[in-house]
């Protein structure tokens, strides 16, 4: 299982207003809401707990196949600047986090001692963002292979209608783009 | 309100956050937020602060882990307004 969000945090600042009355209150845990009010980067903390949670919402669906909307569920905790947990119910992943003045990038694994391949990429045509987070991430395979979701969304990776054992996740946001793969065999 | 009445407010709630146009125009019942108009999901909370706003509702936990489709907004708005 593998899950990996990419915020563009230049575009974070126009699409979304944290500071909007029960925004916080909505998707963050008191916990959480404490550490961005105390936080010197307010703003960088939201999209960086968001991105955490994203990251293993990803993980989540793919072990569970199902979807909902509940982030406040996913409970942050950040033990460095590259790396934090995140819990929800009984389940842990381990998030690897890449932060710049840009973007952050969140990756989820449950056992982070699994190989995987992961990537961030600037991307600078605005109608084909799906499009080109695939193709980055079919570029490490062969050309026969195809990206294609489930119905609960998430991806998987097939060959000649088979489909091949890796997790894979893909993510974009403005002008950012980011994949990761589990180079194991997992499902 | 009739259900044709609470679609109609829905699709100017969620006019803003939608990134496909063509699934917008076509919105039915069964449209899915994110897999068809490719709401960011960090902007599902704003439509779900707006509906609360516009139908002077609170939308509790449980009902937000739904709030995926038109269809869904649809049951949760209804319910919570004949409460």
Known sequence: MIGNDVVDLQLAKTQSNWQRKGFLEKQFTLEEQQAILNSKNP???????????????????????????????????????????????????????IL???????????????????????????????????????????????????????????????????????????????????????? | MTKEELIIKLQVIVKPYIQDEEAFKNLTEETDFINDLKINSANLVDVVLDVEDEFNIEIDNDSMEKMLSVKAAIEIIEKKLSA
């Open chain 1, 43 to 97: 703003f960088l903390q939201v999209w960086l707990f968001w991105s955490m949670k994203e990251a293993a919402y990803k993980c989540y669906v793919q072990e569970h196949q199902k979807r909902f909307f509940a982030p406040k569920k996913f409970k942050c905790k950040i033990l460095s600047n590259t790396e934090g947990i995140v819990q929800i119910n009984s389940f842990i992943y381990n998030i690897k986090i």
């Open chain 1, 100 to 187: 710049s003045d840009f973007y952050v990038h969140s990756l989820a694994v449950k056992n982070k001692n699994k190989k995987m391949v992961s990537a961030l990429f600037f991307i600078n045509k605005k109608s084909l963002q799906t499009k080109i987070t695939n193709q980055y991430l079919l570029s490490y395979f062969s050309d026969e292979v195809r990206l294609h979701k489930n119905e609960v969304g998430v991806p998987f990776l097939y060959h000649q209608q088979k489909r091949l054992p890796f997790s894979i996740s893909t993510s974009h946001h403005g002008d950012y783009g980011g994949f990761a793969f589990t180079l194991e065999n997992e499902l």
